[in-house]
């Protein structure tokens, strides 16, 4: 399942939506909607969600949070379509040029043995690097990475981008299994 996070007016998330259809017609997409309600009832398709979250409409390099996305993607799709195995998120300014993303991006995963697969995925411990700096002694972020972590060192900690994302169904269901996060 392939998500699409947006804010952009409806005529621009039917285009985008119709190029991502006629690049790889047998994928499954859903639109993510982080922009006005007015806009979001406007979008033609059965597949979106209105993503109530204020950090998605924030001001640029806002602590922006994909929780509420991967909840409701979560509880829309993965939770009664056992079919669902991996969620591939990207914005809506993403473009995709192989129809056989999705098996290529599987393939990928399993011969790696990943359950998350991100751009630029950069290990920011001990570094100068703005999110390990603000975030390093956070205690609830701390304690929360020791509870769900198989890392021999929990505190580690990651960055990639949003876009272009992919997370397995294990790895989405254990995300969202935790409940609230920091």
């Known amino acids: 399942l392939t998500a699409i996070l947006t804010h952009v007016r409806a005529g621009e998330v039917h285009e985008s939506l119709g190029l991502l259809q006629k690049v790889a017609p047998a994928a499954r997409y ?26 998605l409409r924030g001001p640029e390099r806002h602590l922006q949070s994909l929780t509420a996305i991967f909840q409701a993607v979560w509880s829309a799709y993965f939770e ?49 690097e703005a999110q390990y700096v603000r975030f390093r002694r956070d205690a609830r972020l701390v304690a929360h ?20 994302m992919w997370i397995s169904r294990d790895a989405l269901g254990a995300y969202v299994a935790v409940g609230e996060h920091p």
């Open 30 to 55: 859903v639109v993510c909607y982080g922009g006005p309600i007015g806009e979001f009832e406007q979008i033609e398709t059965d597949h979106k969600l209105f993503i109530n979250d204020a950090t």
């Open 80 to 128: 009664a379509d056992e079919s669902v195995d991996s969620l591939y998120m990207i914005e809506y300014d993403h473009l995709i040029l192989d129809p056989r993303f999705e098996t290529r991006l599987r393939e990928l995963a399993a011969r790696t043995r990943a359950d998350l697969l991100g751009k630029n995925c950069v290990d920011c411990t001990a570094t100068n």
């Open 145 to 164: 990475l020791r509870n769900m972590s198989v890392r021999d060192d929990p505190t580690r900690l990651f960055r990639c981008l949003g876009d272009g």
